[in-house]
């Protein structure tokens, strides 16, 4: 094993004429929190859907823990057979944007739901496993209750626990706070900043700078579906380019 836990090469995804994504190379190690940065429409969301292969990539190649999901052949993009993928799905989580919990699940179905159907666990394991959970993130006296009935940061913190049931080795991040009022993005970094505490490792796309430079190992800034710079959050906040120190001095 190379001793990464993802490992992205040469990364290519056009959409029609459109290339999003022109060539990323990403490796991430074991408890390394990674965070990806850039302008909207910079490539960022299509690099997680392409890492998690919830869109697949046109060129390169992807690994989890030494194992090949996708590589070149032919210089065509082969993805290994769905029972592999399906193996190598184990390994990560996903935490979207805007939540995607099932309406119609109270919060406890919507944690236990996956790791029964996936992992094929007991109910009775997978609802106490749900409940340390909750514990964890505060949410214990919501186990009962439907997403509606919950803020959105509360939504954002059952769906961090949705993806934590399946017991990840590594956790991708989609902007999980862009859709939260000002006041309720807190709660939610805190949950992240405690993940980073025990050394999970995480992919987080985030506009909250400062958080990203407190919490990451490594900063990404992308533009125009390519790697403009990375380093350390000192390199990048401290030696930014010009695009990097343009775009912070927007944002922050
Ligand atoms: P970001 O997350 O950085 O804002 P995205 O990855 O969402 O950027 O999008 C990058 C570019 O790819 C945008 O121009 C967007 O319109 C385009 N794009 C994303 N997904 C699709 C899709 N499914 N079909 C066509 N174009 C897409
Ligand atoms: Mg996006």
Known sequence: MSGNFLEIKNMKKTFGELEVIKDISLSVKEGEVVSVIGPSGSGKSTLLRCATMLEKMDGGELSYLGERAAYEENGKCVYVSKADRKRIHKYFGLVFQNFNLFPHYSVLKNIIDAPMTVDGISRKEAEERAEKLLAQLGLSDK????????????????SIARALALQPKILFFDEPTSALDPELTGEVLKVIRQLAQEHMTMIIVTHEMQFARELSDRIIFMEQGVICQEGTPEELFNSPNARVREFIGRVM
């Open 143 to 158: 186990r009962d209750a439907y997403p509606y009935q919950l803020s959105g940061g509360q939504q954002q913190r059952v």
